[in-house]
């Protein structure tokens, strides 16, 4: 098979940053050599590195791809207040109100992920181990949307096998967070967080070119018709639909604040006096990346011409952005490749990290295996890092092979099933004593009991709860609700444990 130019360009240029990857992986193999290392890098982490490192843990192709493109389509340039949300409710907020009581709290307990801070927290072994399993069964999902987010790309620029790139990606997050752990990720994370922002401001300069600038643009989108919509509806300030908008903000902006891949960041950090800086930073790649992204997707209705549509004569909304995008230019198409893979790795990374150590350090070390020695853990922690690589690949296949589910469905079930089981409780849980064990309990049924059925039977759901995004956040808004209201309606928690884990804010 021939390869053109394009192809080698950027096949080049990935060589080049996979090399760069791997060897970040193995330089920082010496600070692996205990458990905190691995997984936390000691608990020495800069505010830079950290604040990188939540960003593009947080904005991967799922947002760019996914998330961009169908909200983009729906709402319009109203989608711009989710990237909004994302900068301002799911960085700055989220940086400022939990991280410094996170990263003191956690040193406190000598907790090194979200499940042993709840077994912790609320004196409950059979609490983490809960927690633990509904990471497992969860995080599969949105590690899968990952390769599910480059699918698409590579079946407009290569002939080459989707499974190839997927094998590929997968063996490279492998050796360098087997190798290097935390540290490693997370100074990967940095260095393609820069590549990001640099590609980012290239894409959102060509698109407006290419539609004669923003004012040309803003108009052309307001002469877009749609019989189901008024007209100019996806020019205006809130779109077509502002309740389901509101949804997608809840989900991806105050989700992000309960999931272990984004708080185990405020775990890591060398100091809580540099949460100031962290928060400046992540926001401002939030506002670049993500804002970036809602905004360009927002002009999707300008290429109905070119986008990809199923036998039905639907959009295939997966394929809105990278029809946009590598219709422009060959250069464009090169910087979307390369900035997708660079997201995409470092969520990746991010993810089997968090999913691995739970497995390991919540489920199996002292339920499974009695005794796990350092030496032993770390062989586990590495070896289910590549399991769940392995699985999240299969499924991201099979769902590619047969057109399942559109990527902001698949990463919707994920976080609605995590962020509402683990929100209230660890947000209620750095900030008030009275919350109970019951009422943690409550919200874990509740939240991942409810994702479950709305894939399961999700026609009997009403009408707006029909929709992963909007069920997640319900199930997040409910959660807030169900931990106060059922711990005031049962036994309060020991005081004295419950003053030693407040303590160290004394």
């Known amino acids: 098979m021939a390869i053109d130019n394009l192809q080698l360009s950027i096949i080049v240029v990935l060589i080049i940053l996979f090399s760069g990857l791997v060897s970040v992986g193995l330089y920082f193999r010496k600070r692996t050599s205990n458990v905190a290392g691995f997984v936390l890098g000691g608990r020495n982490v800069g505010p830079w590195i950290s604040a990188f490192s939540y960003g593009v843990t947080y904005f991967s192709a799922v947002i760019f791809v996914g998330f961009a493109g169908q909200f983009g389509w729906r709402f319009g340039i109203s989608a711009v207040w989710i990237g909004l949300g994302n900068a301002l409710i799911g960085s700055l907020m989220a940086w400022l109100l939990l991280g410094k009581r996170t990263r003191i709290m956690t040193n406190h307990l000598n907790s090194a992920t979200m499940p042993e801070f709840f077994g912790k927290r ?39 096998p989707f ?88 989900l991806t ?15 890591a950090i060398k100091s809580e006096k540099m949460i100031p800086i962290g928060a400046v930073v992540s926001t401002v790649f939030a506002v670049v990346i ?17 986008v990809v549509r199923n036998e039905a004569g639907g959009v295939v909304f997966d394929r809105i952005m990278p029809t946009i995008l590598t219709n422009i230019s060959d250069v464009m198409t090169a910087i979307v490749i390369i900035l997708v893979f660079a997201a995409s790795i470092s969520t990746l990374s991010a993810l089997v990290m968090s999913s691995s ?17 350092t030496k032993k853990q770390l062989i586990y922690l590495r070896v289910l890092i590549v399991f769940f ?22 990463m919707g079930i994920s976080w609605g099933a995590m962020a509402g089981s ?28 409810l994702m479950t059925l709305n894939v399961l039977f999700r026609s009997s759901f009403p009408t707006l709860l029909r929709s992963p995004i909007n069920c997640g956040a319900f199930c997040i808004l409910a959660g807030l609700v169900i ?17 030693n884990c407040f303590s160290v804010f004394k």
């Open 253 to 267: 902006s105050l989700g992000a604040w309960g999931l272990p891949q984004m708080v185990a960041r405020f775990y």
């Open 122 to 160: 609320y004196m409950s072994q059979k609490l983490k181990i809960a927690a633990s399993i509904i990471i497992f069964i969860f995080m599969i999902p949105y590690t899968a949307s990952l390769f599910n987010g480059l699918s698409w790309l590579f079946s407009e620029v290569f002939d080459i």
């Open 290 to 306: 993500a804002g970036g992204s809602y905004f360009l997707g927002g002009f999707g209705r300008l290429y109905s011409d070119v």
């Open 483 to 499: 931990v106060p209201l059922v711990s005031m309606l049962t036994k309060a928690p020991d005081k004295e444990s419950v003053e």
């Open 422 to 449: 683990f929100l209230a409780p660890f947000l209620y849980g750095l900030f008030w004593k009275r919350a109970s064990t019951i009422s943690i309990w409550c919200c874990f049924i509740f939240s991942s009991g």
């Open 163 to 250: 499974e190839a790139f997927i094998i590929v990606m997968g063996v490279v997050t492998a050796i360098f967070v087997v190798a290097g752990g935390y540290f490693a990720a997370a100074v990967n994370d940095f260095i393609q967080g820069i590549i990001m922002l640099i590609c980012f401001c290239a894409i959102i300069f060509a698109v407006m070119q290419d539609n004669g600038g923003l004012v040309t643009a803003i108009n052309s989108l307001s002469l877009v018709e749609d019989t189901d919509y008024a007209p100019g509806v996806f020019a205006s300030l809130f779109g077509p639909d502002p309740l389901t908008l509101l949804g997608v903000v809840i």
């Open 389 to 410: 690589i392995v699985i999240s690949a299969v499924i991201a296949i099979t769902s590619y092979r047969g057109n399942i589910i559109f990527i902001a469905q698949l």
């Open 357 to 373: 150590s739970t497995l390991t350090l919540d489920f199996i070390k002292g339920n499974i295996v009695k005794e796990m020695s």
